[in-house]
């Protein structure tokens, strides 16, 4: 819809000041009339001493001092409507410049532009107030495209190379007839399963980013039984010990995500253990308006810089790449930190001195 073109706001305050203007000089001479010249009397005062035989009143008729006021009057009105206009297009200039200075750099950031910051000076008012705002805004977007973007990289990488391994074993397959079908089978089966994993993982992560899930009633005790149940065979393989202790912590939110959330928690804490002997602890409380969730492992130490890196899509706890049926794609810990985020929770990480990690979930109480 095609809109007409208005006046500038600079115009619209110059009027706005010039009529203000305008109209208190007109009420001020109004008043004047009111209170002080329709006391005057209208007759010549002449008369009136020849009437009464006195001088009454000394000066001017109420007409003489029209005559006299009315074009001083109007020189007034007009002299403070030029003032007004010339005054009011000064001031509001100084005023507006501020917000050209803001529009100008919304331009910028439109062209793609994110860098750029008005950094504006001088006392704290509402347009210094904006400008923070504007300024607060375009480094969380400057931020958020870079993650995007890393995170759009890495992610066809992940899927480029299951793809690439696949046309390779068909190329070897095809090249050579007396290949044993039933092992091909079997690789290609394991490349596949990888490369549905990654896609699941990445549609979830997709979920939660979006946060259009429906909200119900959830116990984070019960999911937290659940996920360890399911893992629990895979502890007992890995010869680690598998606890789970606390109370009942209740949140609103999706318990399909949350058990996922849960359930990348317990699995990267088994996964990424002392290879025999170690221990995985689940425990949940409720404090106030608040539930927690805590996952602790022992494990290897890790270095304090490498926390903040975990939760990065496609980054894992230790360099070397896992070969075992349990590697993973590199975004349990890029989910849970959705999910928590997508719940309006807070996620904390915080490397155990002897070893091993420990994850802190915190999420706003529900029903």
């Not at 706005?16 to 109209?23: E, K, N, P, Q, R």
């Not at 990654?198 to 005790?221: M, N, Q």
Request: no cysteine.
């Amino acid at each position: 819809m095609n809109r007409r073109p208005g006046h500038s706001a600079r115009l619209r305050l110059t009027l706005s000041y010039a009529g203000f203007l305008f109209v208190a000089g007109t009420l001020l001479l109004a008043v004047m009339w009111v209170f002080v010249l329709r006391w005057l009397p209208t007759a010549d005062p002449r008369l009136l001493q020849k009437t009464y035989g006195a001088v009454i009143i000394v000066g001017p008729s109420r007409t003489d001092l029209l005559r006299g006021f009315a074009p001083a009057a109007g020189v007034a009105l007009a002299f403070l409507l030029a003032f007004g206009l010339l005054g009011g297009w000064i001031l509001a200039g100084r005023m507006l410049s501020p917000l050209a200075r803001i529009t100008g750099a919304v331009r910028t950031a439109a062209h793609g532009s994110l860098s750029h910051r008005i950094r504006m000076k001088g006392r704290q008012d509402e347009f210094r107030e904006l400008s923070d705002a504007f300024d607060s805004m375009l480094e969380q977007l400057e931020s958020h495209v870079a993650e995007q973007r890393r995170f759009a990289a890495n992610a066809s990488h992940e899927l480029r190379t299951p793809l690439t391994i696949s046309r390779t074993l068909l190329d070897v397959a095809r090249k050579d007839p007396t290949r044993d079908r039933d092992e091909l089978i079997e690789q290609l089966h394991a490349v596949n399963t990888r490369a549905i994993d990654l896609t699941e993982a990445l549609l979830l992560l997709s979920r939660s980013d979006r946060g259009d899930f429906p909200r119900e009633s959830v116990d984070l005790s019960l999911i937290a039984e659940e996920a360890a149940e399911t893992l629990l065979p895979l502890a007992e393989q890995r010869r680690i010990t598998l606890d789970v202790t606390g109370e009942a912590a209740r949140t609103s939110g999706s318990a399909e995500l949350l058990l996922r959330m849960v359930a990348n928690l317990v699995q990267n804490a088994v996964v990424h253990n002392i290879p025999d002997g170690g221990t995985v602890t689940v425990h949940t409380e409720a404090h106030g308006d608040t539930s927690v969730l805590r996952v602790e492992n022992t494990g290897r130490p890790l270095a304090p810089e490498l926390l903040p890196t975990l939760t990065e899509p496609f980054r894992r706890g230790t360099e070397r790449v896992r070969t075992d049926e349990h590697a993973g794609v590199g975004l349990g810990l890029a989910i849970v930190a959705g999910v928590v985020r997508a719940h309006d929770g807070t996620l904390e990480l915080l490397a155990r001195p002897e070893g091993g990690l420990l994850v802190t979930v915190r999420l706003p109480a529900g029903p």
